[in-house]
């Protein structure tokens, strides 16, 4: 069975500075993709990023990035530049297998401190 | 575009009484739908998933339904709420067919007393 491991529940970060998001899972597919989501205090859940795994090169969207080592079974965000609106819940997602549904970790808590 | 709706917002219903929140899909056809609950503290967890009309897969035994009777519509239901059935549900749809990427509607958050 897949599973996500997100080990830092929380994490703070200056604002204007950058952090990384810890994220590792399991799996024995070798098609597969994988999430970041962000969940602020509206609840409501926002695509970040997303990864495929057959692509080696590290995805990019504006100031957010990840690390992903598929051997490693490895996928990391990093958020360059930090702002306050990026306080909020983070979510690493692994989809992969016949059903396709998403398997989340138990999230990260991060919170940009002026 | 496409948009997702959820209703209600906020419900606070009592132990032993019915549920039934609406998930709603516009702007596509055919998507694959999802009813996750994310319980406090916790991560998503998936109830249920369809990939067509009255096609439902259930993937935690409990005492929540779903059902599907339109092609955009997910309804996800209860006879009897348990205490531990609070919790924030989010609807989600997906068309198999671009990037395999799941989007979230607004979502409920169930308080149940």
């Known amino acids: 069975a897949q599973t996500v491991t997100q080990s830092q529940p929380e994490m703070s970060v200056q604002e204007a500075e950058t952090v990384t998001l810890s994220c590792t899972y399991d799996t024995s597919e070798n098609n597969y993709y994988l999430f970041w989501y962000k969940q602020p205090p509206s609840r409501q859940m926002i695509l970040v990023i997303r990864q495929e795994a057959y692509k080696q090169q590290n995805a990019t969207e504006n100031r957010f990035s990840v690390n992903f080592q598929k051997a490693a079974k490895s996928f990391s965000l990093k958020i360059s530049d930090s702002q306050l609106g990026d306080t909020a819940m983070y979510f690493c997602a692994f989809e992969g297998g016949s059903q396709g549904n998403l398997i989340f970790g138990k999230g990260t808590k991060l919170s940009v401190k002026p | 575009s496409q948009t997702i709706h959820q209703w209600p917002a906020t419900l606070v219903q009592p132990v032993g009484s019915p549920l039934s929140l609406e998930c709603t899909v516009e702007?596509?056809?055919?998507?694959?739908l999802y009813w996750y609950r994310q319980a406090a503290g916790r991560g998503l967890q998936l109830l249920f998933y369809?990939?067509?009309?009255?096609?439902i897969s259930s993937e935690v035994p409990q005492n929540l339904s779903a059902s599907r009777p339109q092609d955009r519509q997910f309804i996800l239901s209860s006879k009897k709420l348990l205490l531990s059935d609070s919790g924030f549900y989010l609807c989600a749809w997906e068309t198999p067919w671009h990037y395999n990427e799941q989007f979230f509607g607004p979502g409920t958050r169930l308080t149940v007393l």
């Open positions: 369809s990939v067509g009309i009255g096609q």
């Open positions: 702007g596509t056809s055919n998507p694959n």
